[in-house]
């Protein structure tokens, strides 16, 4: 297993090309936060936006709309139950980020079927949170899709049948070939399984032991994958950089925010850029 280091931001973070506009950037669409969760899917669409992804819509309970919109007019919003705006807006997507507090109702399980029935072979598909509960316990089939699953041990454990404490590289490897595409297994030692090998993230600190941290990196690697050509790059430089932007606000704080992280993307990002 191969440790990542800030060598992976330099191999993947570019500097912008003069000419280029928005679209060059990438679309985003995130797709979550129920009636409860509301602040999963605001953290997730803020990490994409600061992560610096082209157009950021987000599809959502309508109840989430009115805050959304006020802490950031920079994305777009809709109503997740109305199936062909759901349906329209996957679909013009570069990378969709399922999941984070989507919850498991009858709702949350129409909303997944329909991104699952829409997205085409050349998206990038994050399935986070909510989502992987969903798939692992209603035992659906997923889409052709570039997937990028991000759970935790125990979402890990419901969606490989891996008990937390038989979790090995050997045997959480063979279940990733049998789903295809990359695991992210968050935990305090993140591992990132991938067709190409894999990648251990010794960065990381208890500090980051709060809610919505996860619901961050699934928005940075959306923002990630829809601008960084390379997708195995962009999802291992953003589990990185969320890490090692916690480690440098743990130097002087005892807990650290997601949304703290989020704040200091553009300017992470700057300093690594090659
Ligand atoms: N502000 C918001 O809107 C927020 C909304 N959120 C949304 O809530 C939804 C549900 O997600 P979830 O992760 O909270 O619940 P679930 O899937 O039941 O997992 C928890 C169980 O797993 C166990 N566990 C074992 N190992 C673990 C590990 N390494 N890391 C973590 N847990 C571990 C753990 O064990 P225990 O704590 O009991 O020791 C517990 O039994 C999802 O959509 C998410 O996006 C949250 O993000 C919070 C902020
Ligand atoms: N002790 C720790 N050390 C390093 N990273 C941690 C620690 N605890 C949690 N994290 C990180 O925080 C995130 C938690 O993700 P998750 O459990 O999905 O959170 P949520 O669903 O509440 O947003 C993961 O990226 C995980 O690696
Ligand atoms: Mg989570």
């Known amino acids: 297993m191969e440790t990542l280091t800030d060598k992976i931001l330099s191999e993947t973070i570019r500097v912008r090309p003069k000419e280029s506009h928005k679209g060059t950037y990438g679309r985003v669409c995130l797709v979550g936060g129920n009636d409860h969760f509301g602040g999963a899917i605001l953290m997730a669409t803020e990490a994409s936006v600061y992560s610096g992804a082209g157009l950021n819509t987000t599809l959502t309970d309508s109840s989430n709309s009115v805050s959304l919109h006020a802490r950031m007019p920079e994305a777009m919003v809709a109503d997740y ?6 349906v329209e807006l996957v679909a013009a997507a ?28 050349d998206q990038t598909l994050i399935i986070d949170g909510s989502a992987i509960t969903l798939v692992s316990e209603r035992h659906l089939s997923l889409p052709k899709a ?3 699953f991000t759970p935790h041990q125990m979402e890990w454990q419901r969606l490989s049948g891996i008990k937390i404490a038989d979790q090995t590289d050997d045997a959480n490897e063979a279940v990733r ?3 295809g595409g990359i695991v992210v297994l968050k935990s ?11 990648f251990l993230n010794t960065a990381g600190t208890p500090a980051q ?3 919505g941290m996860g619901d961050t990196l699934a928005g940075m690697i959306g923002g990630f994958t829809a601008q960084f050509a390379d997708q195995t790059k962009a999802v291992l430089a953003a589990v990185y950089a969320h890490s090692a932007i916690a480690d440098e606000l743990a130097q002087t704080q005892y807990v650290v925010l997601p949304t703290q992280i989020i704040h200091q993307l553009p ?8």
Do not use: C, W
């Not at 139950?81 to 759901?86: D, I, N, P």
């Not at 305090?188 to 894999?198: C, D, I, L």
């Open 188 to 198: 305090h030692q993140t591992k990132v399984y991938t067709p190409t090998g894999s």
């Open 177 to 179: 070939q049998q789903l």
């Open 209 to 211: 032991a709060t809610g």
């Open 267 to 274: 300017r992470f990002m700057h300093d690594h850029q090659h």
């Open 81 to 86: 139950t109305h199936h062909q705006e759901l």
């Open 146 to 148: 570039n997937l990028v």
């Open 94 to 121: 570069n990378t969709v980020v399922i999941g984070p507090g989507l919850g498991t109702t009858a709702t949350s399980m129409t909303v997944l079927r329909t991104v699952f029935d829409t997205v085409k072979p």
